[in-house]
């Protein structure tokens, strides 16, 4: 298994790179809020989802849901390695009529997306739809919802975490990509300091909080949706906005900032991967 870890850790260093590339080519932003999620991610497609490029709108697949569509950038990525389309059609991205958008596009326009999302709280709410058909057509595939921090400030994420739990929907999963910031400002300044982690349980949830940067618990933790509760599953994942890279690790100045081409060499010789 600790071989499987270092090869989940170094895939995610290779997509940093590439979502920091892309970043710079492209000159688009939210590029260190793609760089918090990159290890979900991984975890998720790499290991834990049951999957098939082959086949993406196979009735029994589990659903990942990028609640936080505006981390599509790193979930275009994880896309293309795990083998959904080529990675060359990454080329394309943000170009006009160009399917790879800064947020995810219907599922009708790429394989592999399940929703198109970018609003926040809308995303999840989703999921749990997606869920709680499963259950109704006796099929067995679970559903994970990636949010942001920020989106636990919508009231849809809570109207639909209630109903979750009161509907006991163990196939659902939620993790939370708590990398403690806003597009503007530190989460607890504009909604005050929170527990995400007591409210999630407060809401009925089977809950925990772990380093959402420890790949060997990323997959554990994924792998327990169903956990046995008869709960739906919450991950409160504390995260670091623009991880792996020093000079953008904790700085919001990265949400809408661009890297220059000196930025990408940097940041590429700090993950590791050939400039």
């Keep these: 298994m600790d071989a499987k870890i270092r ?30 999620c990159v290890d979900i991610l991984v975890a998720a497609y790499f290991e834990v989802l049951r999957i098939d490029p082959g086949r993406p709108t196979e009735n029994n697949r589990d659903r990942f849901i990028l609640s936080k569509g505006h981390g599509a950038a790193a979930l275009f990525q994880v896309l293309a390695l795990r083998g959904y389309y080529p990675e060359s059609m990454l080329d394309h991205y943000g170009e006009d009529g160009s399917v790879f958008a800064e947020h995810p596009p219907a599922p ?45 400030n919508e009231g849809s994420t809570w109207e639909a975490a209630m109903l979750a739990a009161s509907q006991r929907t163990e196939n659902l999963g ?32 089977n809950t925990c909080e772990i380093d959402g940067h420890d790949m060997g618990e990323l997959v554990r933790r994924l792998r327990q949706v ?46 590791g991967v050939p400039a």
Excluded at 10 to 21: C, F, L, M, P
Excluded at 124 to 142: D, K, V
Excluded at 178 to 191: L, P
Excluded at 240 to 254: A, I, L
């Design 7 to 36: 090869e989940l850790e170094q895939t995610a260093r290779i997509i940093r790179a590439r979502i920091i590339e892309n970043s710079h080519r492209t000159q688009t932003p939210h590029l260190a809020s793609c760089l918090s």
């Design 108 to 152: 009708a326009y790429l394989p592999g997306i399940e929703a198109a999302t970018g609003s926040l709280g809308h995303g999840f709410p989703l999921g749990l739809g997606m869920a709680l058909a499963g259950r109704i057509q006796n099929r067995t595939y679970r559903v994970i919802a990636l949010v942001s921090d920020g989106e636990c």
């Design 174 to 205: 939620v993790v939370v990509d708590f990398n403690k910031w806003q597009a503007t400002a530190r989460s607890e300044e504009i909604m005050g300091p929170v527990s995400l982690a007591d409210k999630w349980r407060a809401f009925g949830w």
């Design 226 to 271: 169903p956990d046995g509760s008869g709960k739906p599953v919450a991950i409160v994942a504390h995260t670091v906005k623009g991880k792996g890279v020093s000079f953008m690790e904790d700085d919001n100045n990265w949400h809408y900032r661009i890297p220059s081409a000196e930025e990408v060499k940097a940041a590429k010789l700090e993950l």
